[in-house]
Each structure stands twice: as C-alpha cells, then as structure tokens.
C-alpha cells in the first residue's frame, strides 16, 4: 500500500497556471503507473495523464499542450503542471498509483477556474 497526499489546488482565473503535487508515503521508483485522474461536478472521473516507471507519458486530449505530469523519484512526488486553464478544467483533482494488482487513491484536492 502507498498513501497518497494531493495539494496546490485553488482557485485561478482562466488563462492562469496551477501545480498540483502529490505526496507518496513510500518510493515511487518501482511503482509502475503513477496519474492524475480529475471529476468535475456531476460527471464521471476521468484519466487527465499518467506517466510510467520507464518514462512514457500519456495526455486526455482535452488537456494535451496545457498540462505536464512529471515524477521527483528521490522526492517520492509526481506533479501536474497545468497552463492555460479553462473554466471546464474545475474538478476535484485525484491522484493514482498501480502497483503489482495494487491501486491507490489520494483524497483529492479542488480546483477551480473563473471565467
């Protein structure tokens, strides 16, 4: 098991840049996956990016050329930078680990774009 703490969500006017981090309680050097999953307000949570142990990335279209995930494998942190935010990017912003079988949730944390 990994415990997973999420912060630097807020709120920001449109156009304007977040860094989301979240904290895991062991090291991520071997976890396979490590994500960031996002549910806005009556919808259903959905895959915004993940990066892997070997280094691959991967993008929801909708946030592709906006937001970067990155992994400090000697902090044990991944990151989500987000740039040019929109309104529709408002949601509560989880964070994922996968591990052999083994998935774990972060608690979340909110963000919130003004138009």
């Known amino acids: 098991q990994v415990q997973l703490v999420e912060s630097g969500g807020g709120l920001v006017q449109a156009g304007g840049s977040l860094r989301l981090s979240c904290a895991a309680s062991?090291?991520?050097?071997?976890?396979?996956?490590m994500a960031w999953h996002r549910q806005g307000r009556g919808k259903e949570r959905e895959l915004v990016a993940y990066?892997?142990?070997?280094?691959?990335?991967n993008y929801a279209d909708s946030v592709k050329g906006r937001f970067t995930i990155s992994r400090d494998n000697a902090e044990n942190t991944v990151y989500l930078q987000m740039n040019s935010l929109k309104p529709e990017d408002t949601a509560v912003y989880y964070c994922?680990?996968?591990?052999?079988?083994?998935?774990?949730w972060g608690q979340g944390t909110q963000v919130t774009v003004s138009s």
């Open positions: 994922f680990s996968s591990w052999g079988g083994v998935q774990n």
């Open positions: 990066t892997t142990s070997g280094g691959r990335t």
């Open positions: 062991r090291s991520i050097l071997s976890i396979n996956v």
